[in-house]
């Protein structure tokens, strides 16, 4: 088995497939990926990440559609729900900026509290000026498409439009990107 992920990213991806493809579509997902889990999802309960990766390229397969975009978007509709979830950790930051430099020191202990067993990404940041912001991004998982649409979704959340330049690697298995943002009028 592969790197352990929390179960609410299965069960909001399969919703993510559900609003935009319909529940036949997550049925044949599961049907041909058939994972170890046996598709059955709770949010709390930690799942192989390779399911994750097995969906996402059938996904693609179905849909025509480029596993990074996939990733990307879901990053989106994840932010997206959560905002409703977690609404105070967005009420609290006020802003995009404010909310992605406390992930790590704030966010992130928070989740801990939650899922002790959670392997979370590494995030830290560079405040360039008020309107430029440095944020790394460090993982084990190639997601970082997925961060990338987290944080378009928390731009769009406060109503900020920000521009996005990525750069990366992939060392020894673990990916780091620099996402350089800035705020635009």
Same mark, same amino acid.
């Given at each position: ?47 192989? @990440? #390779? ?7 059938? *996904? ?5 559609? =480029?596993?990074?975009? /996939?990733? %990307? ?51 830290? @940041? #560079?405040?360039a000026s008020d309107s430029?912001?440095? *944020? ?5 998982? =190639?997601?970082?498409? /997925?961060? %990338? ?14 521009k996005i330049e990525r ?5 020894d298995g673990l990916s ?10």
């Amino acid at each position: 088995m592969g790197a352990d992920m929390k179960g609410i990213v299965f069960t909001e991806f399969m919703e993510m497939v559900e609003q935009n493809w319909g529940v036949d579509m997550v049925d044949d997902l599961i049907d041909s990926v058939a994972p170890e889990s046996g598709g059955a999802y709770t949010s709390v309960a930690s799942y192989d @990440y #390779e399911e994750l990766v097995a969906y996402v390229a059938e *996904l693609s397969k179905r849909t025509q559609q =480029q596993a990074p975009a /996939l990733v %990307h978007a879901f990053g989106n509709f994840l932010a997206a729900s959560f905002v409703k979830k977690f609404r105070s950790f967005f009420d609290e930051a006020g802003d995009c900026f404010s909310l992605l430099k406390k992930i790590d020191d704030h966010i992130h202990v928070e989740v801990r509290k939650l899922y002790p067993d959670a392997e979370l990404p590494k995030f830290s @940041y #560079e405040q360039a000026s008020d309107s430029s912001l440095i *944020l790394h991004y460090e993982s084990s998982r =190639q997601l970082a498409d /997925l961060a %990338h649409g987290l944080i378009e979704g928390c731009a769009r959340h406060y109503g900020e439009q920000l521009k996005i330049e990525r750069s990366g690697s992939l060392v020894d298995g673990l990916s780091r990107e620099d996402f350089v943002l800035s705020k635009l009028s």
